[in-house]
């Protein structure tokens, strides 16, 4: 089940707000106004959007609002919740045989990749088949993440880019018009202002939501394999008992903070 992932939107406001917090206790309320600047918004946003229309395609850009939405959701994998159903699946398929699955495949399971490789066990296709079959589907699928994934990456890589691009710019023009070396500073101040916000927009947005998405794709294929683990036993006729022992190992790795597998990897080789 999809959420809103609070976290993304929290991210993005602490950042800006300890940013504008920055200038307050440095230079004051009157600072802040002055590091707002449209013309530099503009020229990170718009060199941003014209390099991502020559490095991708039209097909790929129009999913970019779809991947950017998913930064800001928090799909809920119940991995317990999984395990039961491959456990009464499995104790249905012993008792009634595998062609008994398909009758209420679609009212009791609701997650397509299983009913998929249920179904597949269900027409007498070999074990081996079975695994190719649903591992090119998580394939596939890490490799579309992936590609949409590369569009907010390069986004990060283009921001600061144009940043540099718009503090040039600026200084041209201000080293064409020197008459005046009361103006130099402020002219100076505003110049930086679009590499500042190029940083910005790749450090606190496109960066962070780039690895987001990663996250969210590995989280998603380590779901699957489980899924595939629960379609194989069930195909092989493995006992509830046994599989539900095999998939709880998924749930204990998930639960499983990563530091702990680090110390026992260093208390093994200390022995």
């Known amino acids: 089940m999809k959420k809103l992932d609070m976290l993304t939107p929290v991210g993005l406001i602490l950042g800006l707000v300890v ?9 004051g309320i009157d600072a802040v106004v002055l590091f707002i600047q449209l013309s530099s918004v ?6 941003v959007a014209a390099a991502l229309l020559i490095n991708f395609s039209t097909k790929e850009l129009r999913r970019l609002p779809t991947i950017i939405r998913t930064a800001f959701q928090d799909t809920d994998y119940d991995l317990e919740e999984l395990n039961k159903t491959f456990v009464n699946l499995s104790k249905k398929a012993r008792r009634d045989g595998l062609l008994a699955l398909d009758t209420q495949l679609d009212e009791e399971v609701k997650d397509p990749f299983i009913r998929k490789g249920v179904r597949l066990a269900v027409d007498g296709i070999e074990r081996e088949l079975i695994q190719d079959i649903l591992m090119a589907e998580v394939v596939s699928m890490e490799e579309r993440h992936k590609r949409g994934r590369q569009m907010i990456e390069r986004a990060g890589d283009y921001a600061p880019a144009w940043g540099m691009v718009g503090t040039i710019i600026a200084l041209v023009i201000m080293l064409n018009d020197l008459n005046d070396p009361a103006t130099l500073g402020p002219s100076m101040a505003l110049a930086m202002l679009t590499t500042l ?5 790749a450090n606190l947005f496109f960066n ?36 539900e022992e ?16 680090r110390e026992a990897g260093e208390l093994a080789n200390e022995a």
């Not at 939501?209 to 006729?237: C, D, P, R, W």
């Open 246 to 261: 095999k998939l709880g190992a998924f749930v204990r790795k998930e639960r499983k903070p990563k530091h702990e597998g």
């Open 19 to 27: 940013v504008g917090l920055a200038i307050y206790f440095n230079a």
């Open 197 to 201: 916000y190029g940083a910005l927009m």
């Open 42 to 47: 503009f020229i990170v946003i718009g060199g």
């Open 208 to 243: 962070p939501m780039a690895s987001k998405l990663e996250n969210k794709t590995e989280t998603e294929t380590f779901v699957n394999q489980m899924m595939i683990e629960g379609v194989i036993g069930i195909q092989s006729g493995q006992s509830p008992k046994v599989l």
